[in-house]
């Protein structure tokens, strides 16, 4: 399937810019602050693509988001009704 292809595009990102070009792109600051979703730190600066998530836990998700790798040759046993791979 397309899946998992590289030039596969969500149909909630067709069009935007996914990488931004900006170092350190916010979105705003938040009068309260609130917990990360990945690390539950508060803060109050909000990223401009990863909202949910901590300066420091947006920075690491940004790096890591193009990562790939090759497959070949090895399986995979996917379970559930979500796989993004």
Do not use: M, W
């Not at 690390?39 to 901590?54: E, G, I, M, P, S």
């Not at 690491?60 to 791979?85: P, Q, S, V, W």
Request: with cysteine.
């Amino acid at each position: 399937t397309a899946t998992g292809a590289p030039g596969r595009i969500d149909d909630e990102t067709a069009g935007l810019p996914l990488v931004s070009s900006a170092a350190g792109a916010t979105a705003g600051t938040l009068r309260r602050s609130r917990a990360c979703y990945v690390c539950k730190n508060h803060h109050t600066v909000v990223d401009a693509f990863y909202h949910q998530l901590c300066p420091e836990c947006a920075a690491l998700n940004r790096a890591k988001r193009d990562a790939r790798t090759d497959l070949t040759g090895r399986t995979a046993l996917l379970t559930g009704g979500r796989a993004k791979i």
